[in-house]
Each structure stands twice: as C-alpha cells, then as structure tokens.
C-alpha cells in the first residue's frame, strides 16, 4: 500500500502542475508534469506485486481524483459545491469498499 500512496501523490502533483505548464509551453512544469506521471506509474506497477490491477487503479484514480477537486478548490478557486462534496465521499466510499473486498477475498 505505500507504493500506491507515492503513485498517487506522484499523479496528483503531476495533475497540479498541468494548469502551470500552461499546454507544456513552461519547462519547470511541464518537467514536474512528466516526472510526476512516470513516478506515478513506476509506483503504481510496484503495488500490482501485492494488489491486483483493478483495485490497485481504482483506488489510485479515486483518492486522486478527490484531491484534485479539493486541491482545485483551495488553490485554484474552483467552486466546491454540495454535489461535488457529496461525489467525494462516493467516490471515497467506493475506494474503502474495494479495500475490505479484497482483504476478504
């Protein structure tokens, strides 16, 4: 499970960085955007050695997804409504959900 937190903190930064490379036009975060996603992936494919694929990636686009919305919120100004908050915790909920179900299987 480590390796699948680095791969989505990887992803997110990278995510974070493509508003700033304003269409890979800006080297600093364009580099940050490429870096970010190889990591990403390379830590991703570690985690596939103790979880299978389909949890490891939905966990992973889920968690990162939600703090994307919430990063956007608190430094892009992107507007947080009652429905984007509520899908959050869908999404968040499906992610648990899928963690007990292969803890069981």
Known sequence: MPFLMLSILADVIATAALKSSEGFTRLIPTLIVMVGYGLGFYFLSLSLKVMPVGTAYAVASGLGTALIVLLGALFLKEPLT????????????GVVGLNLVDKHS
Do not use: D, M, R, Y
């Open 82 to 93: 009652a429905s984007k908050l509520f899908s959050i915790l869908l999404i968040v909920g």
